[in-house]
């Protein structure tokens, strides 16, 4: 089993996967002859820590408080969450699972 990366690591991650996106989107902007400073674009899991699931290094610590819903139109569930950025484990194992 590989160690887990520090923090000083994670940081040069997510350093090195923002240039590579913003590559993509440079590239992509202009291919399609968009002005780049009016384009914006969502990438999701690339704030808090960073994560690489299912195969790559992943910084949440799944040690968080409980988080629940009631809610009738989400149906009701209970999961834990990450200590550091507060995702849910839940939907994490969602985005990564087989």
Not at 22 to 48: E, I, L, P
Not at 60 to 74: F, I, K, L, R, Y
């Amino acid at each position: 089993m590989k160690p887990r990366p520090t923090d000083a690591e994670f940081e040069e991650l997510k350093r090195k996967r923002d240039v590579a996106l913003a590559a993509t989107v440079d590239a992509v902007c202009k291919k399609m002859g968009w002005d780049r400073s009016k384009v914006g674009f969502h990438a999701s899991h690339t704030d808090g820590c960073y994560c690489a699931c299912p195969d790559g290094p992943c910084q949440h610590t799944w040690d968080g408080p409980e988080v629940t819903s009631d809610d009738e139109d989400q149906g009701f569930w209970s999961s834990g969450s990450c200590s550091r950025c507060g995702a849910v484990a839940m939907f994490h194992d969602m985005r990564c699972g087989p």
